[in-house]
Protein backbone atom coordinates (compact mmCIF):
# COMPACT_ATOMS: atom_id res chain seq x y z
CA UNK A 1 0.00 0.00 0.00
CA UNK A 2 1.32 3.10 -1.07
CA UNK A 3 1.66 5.57 2.37
CA UNK A 4 1.45 9.32 1.98
CA UNK A 5 4.63 11.47 2.90
CA UNK A 6 2.95 14.32 4.69
CA UNK A 7 4.04 15.23 7.47
CA UNK A 8 0.36 16.50 8.88
CA UNK A 9 -0.58 15.90 12.50
CA UNK A 10 -3.62 14.99 12.68
CA UNK A 11 -5.61 16.56 16.00
CA UNK A 12 -8.75 18.01 16.42
CA UNK A 13 -9.01 21.64 16.34
CA UNK A 14 -9.20 22.92 19.39
CA UNK A 15 -9.45 26.78 19.73
CA UNK A 16 -9.92 29.77 16.26
CA UNK A 17 -12.71 28.62 14.79
CA UNK A 18 -13.07 25.42 15.80
CA UNK A 19 -16.74 23.86 16.80
CA UNK A 20 -17.68 24.46 19.98
CA UNK A 21 -16.77 21.98 22.18
CA UNK A 22 -18.26 20.66 25.57
CA UNK A 23 -17.64 16.74 27.36
CA UNK A 24 -19.23 13.69 26.20
CA UNK A 25 -23.03 13.57 25.64
CA UNK A 26 -25.11 13.26 28.68
CA UNK A 27 -26.23 9.96 30.20
CA UNK A 28 -29.62 10.41 28.85
CA UNK A 29 -28.51 9.44 25.33
CA UNK A 30 -28.36 5.65 24.71
CA UNK A 31 -24.98 4.80 24.42
CA UNK A 32 -25.31 3.25 21.13
CA UNK A 33 -26.73 6.32 19.48
CA UNK A 34 -23.87 7.84 17.47
CA UNK A 35 -21.44 5.19 18.16
CA UNK A 36 -18.39 3.55 17.07
CA UNK A 37 -18.80 -0.07 17.38
CA UNK A 38 -15.60 -2.19 16.27
CA UNK A 39 -16.41 -5.71 14.75
CA UNK A 40 -13.42 -8.14 15.76
CA UNK A 41 -13.01 -11.25 13.80
CA UNK A 42 -11.35 -13.55 16.51
CA UNK A 43 -9.82 -16.10 14.33
CA UNK A 44 -7.76 -13.22 13.13
CA UNK A 45 -7.48 -10.30 15.65
CA UNK A 46 -4.48 -11.93 18.38
CA UNK A 47 -3.24 -15.36 19.28
CA UNK A 48 -2.24 -15.35 22.52
CA UNK A 49 -1.32 -19.06 22.86
CA UNK A 50 0.98 -19.82 19.33
CA UNK A 51 -1.68 -21.79 17.91
CA UNK A 52 -2.13 -19.40 15.32
CA UNK A 53 -5.54 -19.23 15.60
CA UNK A 54 -7.32 -15.55 17.32
CA UNK A 55 -8.40 -15.99 20.67
CA UNK A 56 -10.55 -14.21 23.56
CA UNK A 57 -7.56 -13.70 25.59
CA UNK A 58 -5.61 -11.95 22.39
CA UNK A 59 -8.40 -9.33 22.45
CA UNK A 60 -8.25 -8.86 26.21
CA UNK A 61 -5.01 -8.45 25.87
CA UNK A 62 -5.27 -5.34 23.02
CA UNK A 63 -8.11 -3.84 24.81
CA UNK A 64 -5.85 -0.63 25.38
CA UNK A 65 -5.19 -0.27 21.84
CA UNK A 66 -9.52 -0.23 21.20
CA UNK A 67 -9.13 2.47 24.00
CA UNK A 68 -6.86 4.52 22.65
CA UNK A 69 -8.52 3.75 18.75
CA UNK A 70 -11.75 5.46 20.90
CA UNK A 71 -14.47 3.12 19.94
CA UNK A 72 -17.09 2.87 22.40
CA UNK A 73 -17.85 -1.23 21.85
CA UNK A 74 -16.85 -4.20 20.03
CA UNK A 75 -18.69 -6.89 18.37
CA UNK A 76 -17.24 -10.23 18.20
CA UNK A 77 -18.04 -12.75 15.97
CA UNK A 78 -18.99 -16.69 16.69
CA UNK A 79 -16.71 -18.30 19.32
CA UNK A 80 -19.53 -20.46 20.67
CA UNK A 81 -18.78 -24.34 20.53
CA UNK A 82 -18.97 -25.24 16.63
CA UNK A 83 -17.54 -27.71 14.70
CA UNK A 84 -16.23 -24.72 12.37
CA UNK A 85 -17.73 -25.93 9.00
CA UNK A 86 -18.12 -22.19 8.59
CA UNK A 87 -16.08 -20.47 10.58
CA UNK A 88 -18.38 -20.78 13.86
CA UNK A 89 -21.67 -19.60 12.08
CA UNK A 90 -22.55 -23.09 12.69
CA UNK A 91 -23.04 -23.43 16.11
CA UNK A 92 -23.35 -26.67 18.57
CA UNK A 93 -23.76 -24.97 21.68
CA UNK A 94 -25.13 -21.32 21.88
CA UNK A 95 -24.01 -20.86 25.78
CA UNK A 96 -20.23 -22.06 25.34
CA UNK A 97 -17.19 -21.42 24.11
CA UNK A 98 -15.22 -23.35 21.66
CA UNK A 99 -12.00 -24.87 23.10
CA UNK A 100 -9.82 -23.18 20.49
CA UNK A 101 -11.08 -19.36 21.81
CA UNK A 102 -11.22 -20.07 25.45
CA UNK A 103 -13.19 -20.68 28.15
CA UNK A 104 -16.25 -19.01 30.13
CA UNK A 105 -13.47 -17.73 32.94
CA UNK A 106 -11.08 -16.32 29.89
CA UNK A 107 -14.71 -14.53 28.69
CA UNK A 108 -15.30 -13.13 31.96
CA UNK A 109 -12.54 -11.59 32.09
CA UNK A 110 -12.64 -9.83 28.87
CA UNK A 111 -15.71 -8.66 30.02
CA UNK A 112 -14.41 -7.09 33.20
CA UNK A 113 -11.35 -5.47 31.50
CA UNK A 114 -13.71 -3.82 29.11
CA UNK A 115 -15.93 -2.48 31.07
CA UNK A 116 -13.11 -1.02 33.04
CA UNK A 117 -12.08 0.86 29.80
CA UNK A 118 -15.80 1.41 29.15
CA UNK A 119 -15.94 -0.50 26.17
CA UNK A 120 -19.21 -2.95 25.87
CA UNK A 121 -19.47 -6.14 24.14
CA UNK A 122 -21.51 -6.97 22.12
CA UNK A 123 -22.20 -10.92 20.70
CA UNK A 124 -23.27 -12.36 17.40
CA UNK A 125 -25.96 -14.23 17.64
CA UNK A 126 -26.71 -16.53 15.14
CA UNK A 127 -30.28 -17.03 15.13
CA UNK A 128 -31.60 -18.44 11.59
CA UNK A 129 -29.80 -21.73 11.63
CA UNK A 130 -27.63 -23.65 14.06
CA UNK A 131 -24.91 -26.39 13.36
CA UNK A 132 -26.23 -30.30 12.55
CA UNK A 133 -24.34 -31.20 15.18
CA UNK A 134 -26.44 -29.21 17.64
CA UNK A 135 -28.23 -31.60 20.28
CA UNK A 136 -31.73 -30.03 18.93
CA UNK A 137 -30.82 -31.25 15.53
CA UNK A 138 -29.17 -34.25 16.60
CA UNK A 139 -32.87 -35.31 18.07
CA UNK A 140 -34.95 -33.72 15.64
CA UNK A 141 -33.44 -35.49 12.52
CA UNK A 142 -33.90 -38.83 14.61
CA UNK A 143 -37.62 -39.14 14.11
CA UNK A 144 -40.80 -37.61 13.64
CA UNK A 145 -42.28 -37.95 16.99
CA UNK A 146 -39.55 -36.77 19.52
CA UNK A 147 -39.46 -33.83 21.40
CA UNK A 148 -37.48 -31.11 19.28
CA UNK A 149 -39.18 -33.30 16.13
CA UNK A 150 -41.05 -29.91 14.79
CA UNK A 151 -38.07 -27.55 15.80
CA UNK A 152 -36.31 -27.39 12.37
CA UNK A 153 -37.84 -26.96 8.55
CA UNK A 154 -38.74 -30.39 7.96
CA UNK A 155 -40.91 -31.28 4.60
CA UNK A 156 -41.69 -34.13 2.57
CA UNK A 157 -39.68 -34.32 -0.88
CA UNK A 158 -41.55 -34.75 -4.24
CA UNK A 159 -41.92 -37.95 -5.95
CA UNK A 160 -38.58 -39.59 -7.58
CA UNK A 161 -37.22 -37.78 -4.03
CA UNK A 162 -36.50 -34.23 -5.40
CA UNK A 163 -36.79 -31.31 -2.89
CA UNK A 164 -39.50 -30.04 -2.12
CA UNK A 165 -39.31 -26.40 -3.60
CA UNK A 166 -36.53 -24.84 -6.27
CA UNK A 167 -35.02 -22.84 -3.27
CA UNK A 168 -31.67 -22.38 -3.65
CA UNK A 169 -28.79 -22.25 -0.71
CA UNK A 170 -26.79 -18.95 -0.52
CA UNK A 171 -23.64 -21.09 -0.59
CA UNK A 172 -24.75 -23.48 -3.45
CA UNK A 173 -27.18 -25.83 -4.64
CA UNK A 174 -30.10 -26.98 -3.20
CA UNK A 175 -31.44 -25.49 0.32
CA UNK A 176 -32.83 -28.97 0.90
CA UNK A 177 -31.08 -31.77 2.18
CA UNK A 178 -32.85 -35.48 2.32
CA UNK A 179 -32.68 -37.17 6.16
CA UNK A 180 -33.06 -41.14 6.11
CA UNK A 181 -33.77 -41.32 9.11
CA UNK A 182 -37.12 -39.01 8.74
CA UNK A 183 -37.58 -39.84 5.00
CA UNK A 184 -37.89 -36.20 4.77
CA UNK A 185 -36.03 -32.87 3.96
CA UNK A 186 -34.47 -30.35 6.07
CA UNK A 187 -33.83 -26.39 4.56
CA UNK A 188 -30.52 -24.86 4.88
CA UNK A 189 -30.66 -21.46 3.59
CA UNK A 190 -26.76 -21.91 4.09
CA UNK A 191 -24.73 -25.10 4.39
CA UNK A 192 -25.98 -28.24 4.66
CA UNK A 193 -24.41 -28.65 7.84
CA UNK A 194 -26.34 -25.61 9.27
CA UNK A 195 -29.93 -26.21 8.98
CA UNK A 196 -32.89 -23.59 9.69
CA UNK A 197 -34.39 -23.30 12.89
CA UNK A 198 -37.99 -23.27 12.89
CA UNK A 199 -39.10 -19.98 14.21
CA UNK A 200 -42.92 -20.77 13.75
CA UNK A 201 -42.37 -22.55 16.55
CA UNK A 202 -42.50 -21.02 20.37
CA UNK A 203 -40.46 -23.24 21.85
CA UNK A 204 -37.88 -22.56 19.51
CA UNK A 205 -38.11 -18.89 20.50
CA UNK A 206 -38.16 -19.17 24.15
CA UNK A 207 -35.57 -21.56 23.84
CA UNK A 208 -33.21 -18.68 21.18
CA UNK A 209 -34.54 -15.96 24.13
CA UNK A 210 -33.05 -17.43 26.97
CA UNK A 211 -29.86 -17.88 24.97
CA UNK A 212 -29.86 -13.70 25.18
CA UNK A 213 -30.85 -13.50 28.60
CA UNK A 214 -27.82 -15.89 29.57
CA UNK A 215 -25.42 -13.96 28.09
CA UNK A 216 -26.97 -10.66 28.76
CA UNK A 217 -26.93 -11.76 32.64
CA UNK A 218 -23.33 -12.08 32.17
CA UNK A 219 -22.52 -8.77 31.01
CA UNK A 220 -23.06 -8.33 27.43
CA UNK A 221 -24.65 -5.08 26.20
CA UNK A 222 -26.09 -6.43 23.28
CA UNK A 223 -26.02 -8.81 19.63
CA UNK A 224 -25.20 -8.71 16.23
CA UNK A 225 -28.20 -11.03 14.94
CA UNK A 226 -26.71 -12.67 11.88
CA UNK A 227 -28.93 -13.63 9.01
CA UNK A 228 -32.19 -11.71 10.27
CA UNK A 229 -33.86 -11.20 6.95
CA UNK A 230 -33.71 -15.36 6.43
CA UNK A 231 -35.60 -16.23 9.52
CA UNK A 232 -38.77 -17.26 7.78
CA UNK A 233 -39.62 -19.14 4.58
CA UNK A 234 -42.74 -19.44 2.57
CA UNK A 235 -45.65 -21.64 4.36
CA UNK A 236 -46.59 -22.31 1.05
CA UNK A 237 -43.61 -23.73 -0.43
CA UNK A 238 -44.05 -21.51 -3.70
CA UNK A 239 -41.40 -21.96 -6.30
CA UNK A 240 -39.43 -18.58 -6.99
CA UNK A 241 -39.18 -17.09 -9.89
CA UNK A 242 -35.66 -16.35 -11.60
CA UNK A 243 -34.67 -13.16 -11.30
CA UNK A 244 -32.47 -12.87 -14.39
CA UNK A 245 -30.63 -14.67 -16.82
CA UNK A 246 -27.84 -16.91 -16.53
CA UNK A 247 -25.98 -18.94 -13.48
CA UNK A 248 -24.50 -17.85 -10.51
CA UNK A 249 -20.92 -18.51 -9.44
CA UNK A 250 -21.82 -21.98 -8.16
CA UNK A 251 -23.72 -23.11 -11.29
CA UNK A 252 -27.54 -22.51 -10.07
CA UNK A 253 -30.02 -20.23 -11.45
CA UNK A 254 -30.02 -16.80 -10.03
CA UNK A 255 -33.36 -16.71 -7.94
CA UNK A 256 -35.90 -13.61 -6.50
CA UNK A 257 -35.28 -15.16 -2.86
CA UNK A 258 -38.72 -13.27 -2.56
CA UNK A 259 -40.39 -16.38 -0.30
CA UNK A 260 -37.00 -16.71 1.41
CA UNK A 261 -36.03 -13.26 2.50
CA UNK A 262 -37.43 -10.75 4.48
CA UNK A 263 -41.04 -12.34 5.17
CA UNK A 264 -43.44 -10.11 7.61
CA UNK A 265 -43.30 -13.23 10.24
CA UNK A 266 -39.42 -11.76 10.91
CA UNK A 267 -40.74 -8.43 12.27
CA UNK A 268 -42.79 -10.17 14.64
CA UNK A 269 -39.57 -12.08 16.10
CA UNK A 270 -37.68 -8.80 16.34
CA UNK A 271 -40.48 -7.08 18.50
CA UNK A 272 -39.75 -10.54 20.72
CA UNK A 273 -36.10 -10.01 20.82
CA UNK A 274 -36.57 -6.24 21.81
CA UNK A 275 -38.49 -6.50 24.74
CA UNK A 276 -35.93 -9.40 25.90
CA UNK A 277 -33.05 -6.63 25.25
CA UNK A 278 -35.18 -4.09 27.22
CA UNK A 279 -34.87 -6.04 30.25
CA UNK A 280 -31.17 -5.11 30.36
CA UNK A 281 -30.26 -1.34 30.61
CA UNK A 282 -28.72 -0.31 27.81
CA UNK A 283 -29.48 -3.45 25.85
CA UNK A 284 -28.94 -2.68 22.16
CA UNK A 285 -29.46 -5.36 19.11
CA UNK A 286 -27.77 -4.47 15.91
CA UNK A 287 -29.17 -6.39 12.60
CA UNK A 288 -27.29 -7.63 9.65
CA UNK A 289 -29.77 -6.45 7.28
CA UNK A 290 -29.24 -6.70 3.25
CA UNK A 291 -32.16 -5.30 1.89
CA UNK A 292 -32.72 -4.54 -1.21
CA UNK A 293 -34.70 -0.76 -0.62
CA UNK A 294 -34.69 1.68 2.17
CA UNK A 295 -38.51 1.00 3.10
CA UNK A 296 -37.14 -2.75 3.90
CA UNK A 297 -34.27 -0.97 6.11
CA UNK A 298 -36.80 1.26 8.14
CA UNK A 299 -39.02 -1.80 8.26
CA UNK A 300 -36.76 -3.57 10.92
CA UNK A 301 -36.71 -0.50 13.12
CA UNK A 302 -40.56 -0.95 14.05
CA UNK A 303 -43.30 0.50 13.14
CA UNK A 304 -43.29 2.08 16.50
CA UNK A 305 -39.43 1.72 16.98
CA UNK A 306 -39.69 -1.70 18.78
CA UNK A 307 -37.88 -3.80 16.73
CA UNK A 308 -33.99 -3.46 15.88
CA UNK A 309 -31.85 -0.89 17.12
CA UNK A 310 -29.46 -0.46 14.61
CA UNK A 311 -29.82 -2.53 11.19
CA UNK A 312 -26.75 -2.27 9.46
CA UNK A 313 -27.29 0.07 6.24
CA UNK A 314 -25.24 -2.21 4.06
CA UNK A 315 -26.83 -0.40 0.99
CA UNK A 316 -24.84 2.50 1.81
CA UNK A 317 -21.32 1.00 2.21
CA UNK A 318 -21.28 -2.07 -0.51
CA UNK A 319 -22.01 0.14 -3.25
CA UNK A 320 -20.70 1.94 -5.98
CA UNK A 321 -17.80 4.61 -5.13
CA UNK A 322 -20.00 7.85 -6.03
CA UNK A 323 -20.86 10.87 -4.52
CA UNK A 324 -24.18 11.22 -6.29
CA UNK A 325 -24.88 7.65 -4.70
CA UNK A 326 -23.38 8.41 -1.26
CA UNK A 327 -25.20 11.72 -1.34
CA UNK A 328 -28.48 9.55 -2.06
CA UNK A 329 -27.85 7.43 0.79
CA UNK A 330 -27.18 10.03 3.40
CA UNK A 331 -30.79 11.30 2.48
CA UNK A 332 -32.28 8.26 2.54
CA UNK A 333 -31.04 7.76 5.97
CA UNK A 334 -32.02 11.12 7.30
CA UNK A 335 -35.69 11.69 5.96
CA UNK A 336 -36.77 7.46 5.04
CA UNK A 337 -35.75 6.13 8.56
CA UNK A 338 -39.12 7.34 11.00
CA UNK A 339 -36.38 8.48 13.08
CA UNK A 340 -34.56 5.68 13.49
CA UNK A 341 -30.00 6.25 13.93
CA UNK A 342 -28.47 4.78 10.68
CA UNK A 343 -25.94 2.38 10.61
CA UNK A 344 -23.41 3.08 8.49
CA UNK A 345 -20.73 0.19 7.64
CA UNK A 346 -18.02 0.01 4.91
CA UNK A 347 -16.61 -3.88 5.42
CA UNK A 348 -17.18 -6.92 7.58
CA UNK A 349 -15.82 -10.59 7.21
CA UNK A 350 -18.26 -11.25 4.25
CA UNK A 351 -16.98 -9.01 1.97
CA UNK A 352 -13.51 -7.50 0.02
CA UNK A 353 -11.88 -4.54 2.30
CA UNK A 354 -13.01 -0.87 1.00
CA UNK A 355 -9.95 0.05 -0.04
CA UNK A 356 -9.25 -2.84 -2.53
CA UNK A 357 -12.69 -3.15 -3.63
CA UNK A 358 -13.39 0.44 -4.45
CA UNK A 359 -10.03 1.78 -5.09
CA UNK A 360 -7.81 2.15 -8.13
CA UNK A 361 -4.98 0.55 -7.04
CA UNK A 362 -2.98 4.34 -6.47
CA UNK A 363 -3.65 6.47 -3.36
CA UNK A 364 -4.69 3.94 -1.79
CA UNK A 365 -3.92 5.67 1.89
CA UNK A 366 -5.79 8.76 0.52
CA UNK A 367 -9.07 6.86 -0.44
CA UNK A 368 -8.64 5.21 3.00
CA UNK A 369 -8.91 8.65 4.78
CA UNK A 370 -11.11 9.72 2.26
CA UNK A 371 -13.55 6.61 3.49
CA UNK A 372 -13.04 7.39 6.95
CA UNK A 373 -14.22 10.90 6.96
CA UNK A 374 -18.04 9.47 4.79
CA UNK A 375 -18.05 7.04 7.47
CA UNK A 376 -17.51 9.20 10.55
CA UNK A 377 -19.04 12.45 10.34
CA UNK A 378 -23.04 11.81 8.70
CA UNK A 379 -25.09 11.79 11.75
CA UNK A 380 -25.16 8.08 12.60
CA UNK A 381 -23.91 4.95 14.17
CA UNK A 382 -20.73 3.25 12.46
CA UNK A 383 -19.42 -0.41 12.25
CA UNK A 384 -15.92 -0.54 11.94
CA UNK A 385 -14.04 -3.73 10.70
CA UNK A 386 -10.08 -4.78 12.21
CA UNK A 387 -7.39 -3.20 10.24
CA UNK A 388 -10.07 -0.47 8.57
CA UNK A 389 -8.34 1.85 10.42
CA UNK A 390 -4.98 0.94 9.16
CA UNK A 391 -6.10 0.67 5.69
CA UNK A 392 -5.45 -3.11 5.16
CA UNK A 393 -6.45 -4.10 1.62
CA UNK A 394 -7.70 -7.53 0.79
CA UNK A 395 -5.17 -10.33 0.12
CA UNK A 396 -7.32 -12.65 -1.49
CA UNK A 397 -5.85 -16.58 -2.52
CA UNK A 398 -3.87 -17.11 -5.64
CA UNK A 399 -4.21 -20.73 -5.62
CA UNK A 400 -7.66 -22.81 -5.17
CA UNK A 401 -5.43 -25.03 -3.05
CA UNK A 402 -4.66 -22.68 -0.92
CA UNK A 403 -8.70 -21.48 -0.33
CA UNK A 404 -10.40 -22.06 3.20
CA UNK A 405 -13.43 -20.73 2.59
CA UNK A 406 -15.82 -23.49 1.52
CA UNK A 407 -17.52 -21.05 -0.48
CA UNK A 408 -14.31 -20.16 -2.36
CA UNK A 409 -13.82 -23.69 -3.07
CA UNK A 410 -17.02 -24.71 -4.20
CA UNK A 411 -16.89 -21.26 -6.85
CA UNK A 412 -13.33 -21.26 -7.61
CA UNK A 413 -12.66 -19.15 -9.45
CA UNK A 414 -15.54 -16.78 -9.98
CA UNK A 415 -15.88 -17.09 -6.11
CA UNK A 416 -12.67 -16.85 -4.22
CA UNK A 417 -14.37 -16.97 -0.96
CA UNK A 418 -13.84 -14.62 1.91
CA UNK A 419 -10.68 -15.46 3.21
CA UNK A 420 -9.04 -12.23 1.77
CA UNK A 421 -10.90 -9.91 4.06
CA UNK A 422 -10.40 -12.60 7.20
CA UNK A 423 -6.30 -12.01 6.88
CA UNK A 424 -5.08 -11.74 10.91
CA UNK A 425 -4.33 -8.00 12.29
CA UNK A 426 -0.94 -6.50 11.59
CA UNK A 427 0.16 -5.38 15.17
CA UNK A 428 4.06 -4.67 13.63
CA UNK A 429 6.76 -5.96 11.04
CA UNK A 430 7.43 -9.41 13.41
CA UNK A 431 7.08 -12.63 12.31
CA UNK A 432 3.42 -13.20 11.64
CA UNK A 433 2.65 -9.32 12.02
CA UNK A 434 2.67 -9.87 15.69
CA UNK A 435 -0.58 -11.67 15.74
CA UNK A 436 1.13 -15.40 16.62
CA UNK A 437 4.38 -16.41 17.79
CA UNK A 438 3.46 -19.89 16.27
CA UNK A 439 4.86 -21.10 13.48
CA UNK A 440 1.99 -20.61 11.38
CA UNK A 441 -1.16 -18.77 11.38
CA UNK A 442 -4.53 -20.18 10.21
CA UNK A 443 -4.33 -17.90 7.11
CA UNK A 444 -1.50 -16.54 5.63
CA UNK A 445 -0.61 -12.70 6.23
CA UNK A 446 -0.86 -9.94 3.72
CA UNK A 447 2.30 -9.20 2.05
CA UNK A 448 2.01 -5.85 3.21
CA UNK A 449 2.18 -6.23 6.63
CA UNK A 450 5.94 -4.73 7.18
CA UNK A 451 4.87 -1.19 6.36
CA UNK A 452 0.50 -1.49 7.10
CA UNK A 453 0.81 -2.39 10.88
CA UNK A 454 -0.06 -0.92 14.01
CA UNK A 455 3.39 0.05 14.94
CA UNK A 456 4.82 1.65 12.01
CA UNK A 457 1.19 3.70 11.60
CA UNK A 458 1.64 4.53 15.57
CA UNK A 459 5.09 6.15 14.46
CA UNK A 460 4.15 8.11 11.47
CA UNK A 461 2.26 10.87 12.25
CA UNK A 462 0.50 11.12 8.93
CA UNK A 463 -1.19 7.85 8.94
CA UNK A 464 -4.04 6.13 8.19
CA UNK A 465 -4.29 4.91 12.03
CA UNK A 466 -3.23 8.32 13.19
CA UNK A 467 -5.90 10.14 10.93
CA UNK A 468 -8.86 7.81 12.34
CA UNK A 469 -7.56 8.48 15.99
CA UNK A 470 -7.91 12.22 15.43
CA UNK A 471 -11.00 11.73 13.66
CA UNK A 472 -12.90 9.38 16.01
CA UNK A 473 -11.28 12.14 19.12
CA UNK A 474 -12.70 14.64 17.25
CA UNK A 475 -16.23 13.21 16.53
CA UNK A 476 -16.73 12.46 20.28
CA UNK A 477 -15.50 16.43 21.38
CA UNK A 478 -17.25 17.87 18.82
CA UNK A 479 -20.56 19.31 19.58
CA UNK A 480 -21.54 19.43 15.68
CA UNK A 481 -20.10 16.34 14.61
CA UNK A 482 -21.90 14.31 17.93
CA UNK A 483 -25.05 15.91 18.09
CA UNK A 484 -25.56 18.36 15.02
CA UNK A 485 -28.15 18.04 12.48
CA UNK A 486 -27.52 17.63 8.68
CA UNK A 487 -27.70 19.11 5.44
CA UNK A 488 -26.04 17.96 2.35
CA UNK A 489 -25.27 21.23 0.05
CA UNK A 490 -23.92 21.42 -3.29
CA UNK A 491 -26.26 18.14 -4.41
CA UNK A 492 -25.67 18.69 -8.21
CA UNK A 493 -22.10 17.67 -7.80
CA UNK A 494 -21.08 14.38 -9.05
CA UNK A 495 -17.85 13.95 -7.80
CA UNK A 496 -17.65 15.70 -4.76
CA UNK A 497 -19.62 15.47 -1.65
CA UNK A 498 -20.77 18.01 0.90
CA UNK A 499 -22.61 18.45 3.96
CA UNK A 500 -22.83 20.50 6.86
CA UNK A 501 -23.04 19.74 9.97
CA UNK A 502 -24.24 22.16 12.99
CA UNK A 503 -24.77 22.34 16.77
CA UNK A 504 -28.04 23.68 18.05
CA UNK A 505 -27.31 27.44 17.95
CA UNK A 506 -23.77 27.09 17.61
CA UNK A 507 -21.04 26.80 14.84
CA UNK A 508 -20.81 24.13 12.19
CA UNK A 509 -18.77 21.74 10.42
CA UNK A 510 -18.46 21.63 6.55
CA UNK A 511 -17.24 18.10 5.52
CA UNK A 512 -15.57 17.74 1.63
CA UNK A 513 -15.21 14.52 0.19
CA UNK A 514 -13.61 13.91 -3.58
CA UNK A 515 -15.24 10.89 -4.12
CA UNK A 516 -12.48 10.70 -7.22
CA UNK A 517 -8.83 9.82 -8.07
CA UNK A 518 -8.38 12.99 -9.77
CA UNK A 519 -8.13 16.60 -8.28
CA UNK A 520 -11.52 18.40 -7.90
CA UNK A 521 -12.12 22.29 -7.47
CA UNK A 522 -15.55 22.55 -5.58
CA UNK A 523 -17.47 26.30 -4.75
CA UNK A 524 -19.94 25.70 -1.98
CA UNK A 525 -22.47 28.39 -2.86
CA UNK A 526 -24.53 28.50 0.21
CA UNK A 527 -21.76 29.44 2.11
CA UNK A 528 -19.29 31.37 -0.28
CA UNK A 529 -19.42 34.52 2.46
CA UNK A 530 -18.27 32.82 4.78
CA UNK A 531 -14.69 31.97 6.34
CA UNK A 532 -13.63 28.69 8.41
CA UNK A 533 -10.61 26.78 9.10
CA UNK A 534 -9.40 23.26 8.79
CA UNK A 535 -10.24 21.13 12.00
CA UNK A 536 -8.76 17.87 9.62
CA UNK A 537 -8.23 16.77 6.68
CA UNK A 538 -6.16 14.58 4.96
CA UNK A 539 -4.27 17.12 2.72
CA UNK A 540 -4.20 19.98 5.02
CA UNK A 541 -2.92 21.55 7.81
CA UNK A 542 -5.44 22.04 10.98
CA UNK A 543 -6.23 25.64 11.31
CA UNK A 544 -5.32 26.58 7.27
CA UNK A 545 -8.13 29.35 6.46
CA UNK A 546 -11.11 27.72 4.37
CA UNK A 547 -12.84 29.54 1.47
CA UNK A 548 -15.51 27.83 0.65
CA UNK A 549 -15.72 29.70 -2.75
CA UNK A 550 -12.78 27.75 -4.01
CA UNK A 551 -11.44 24.29 -2.06
CA UNK A 552 -9.19 22.83 -3.91
CA UNK A 553 -9.51 19.13 -3.10
CA UNK A 554 -6.30 16.38 -4.21
CA UNK A 555 -7.53 12.82 -4.98
CA UNK A 556 -9.54 11.43 -2.48
CA UNK A 557 -9.36 14.53 -0.47
CA UNK A 558 -10.97 14.46 2.86
CA UNK A 559 -11.98 17.96 4.98
CA UNK A 560 -13.32 18.83 7.88
CA UNK A 561 -13.86 22.81 8.67
CA UNK A 562 -15.33 24.59 11.51
CA UNK A 563 -17.08 27.65 10.83
CA UNK A 564 -18.29 30.27 13.47
CA UNK A 565 -22.09 30.43 14.22
Known amino acids: ?88 YDISDYTDIDPQYGTL ?15 RVLLDFVVNHTSDRHPWFVESRSSRTNAKADWYVWRDPLPGRRPPTNWISIFGGSAWQFEPARKQDYYHAFYKEQPDLNWRNPDVRKAMYDVMRFWMKRGVAGFRLDAVPSLFEDAQLRDEPVAKPGKSSYGDPILTRQYTDNLPECNDVLREMRKVADEFAD ?10 AVEDLAKLYGANGDELHLPMDT ?3 FGALSATRYRARLLEAETQLNGGTPLLVFNNHDNPRSVSRLGDGRNTAELARMLATLLLTPRASVLLYYGEELGMANDDPKRKEDVKDIIGIKGWPQEKGRDGERKPMQWN ?9 GATTWLPVAPEYRTVNVAAETRERGSVLNYYKALLRLRKINAALRDGDFTLVNGDDPNVLSFVRRAEDGPAALIVLNCTGAPQTVAIRSMADKQGAVLLSSFAAEGDAVNPAAIQMPAYGAMVAGFEK
Open 283 to 292: GVLVGEAYVP
Open 315 to 317: MFG
Open 105 to 119: ADFDRLLAEAKKRNI
Open 1 to 88: MRRTGSLLCFAAAIGGLAIAQRPAASDSKPWWRNAVIYQIYPRSFADSNGDGVGDLNGITNHLDYLQDLGVDGIWITPFFKSPQVDFG
Open 429 to 437: ADTNAGFST
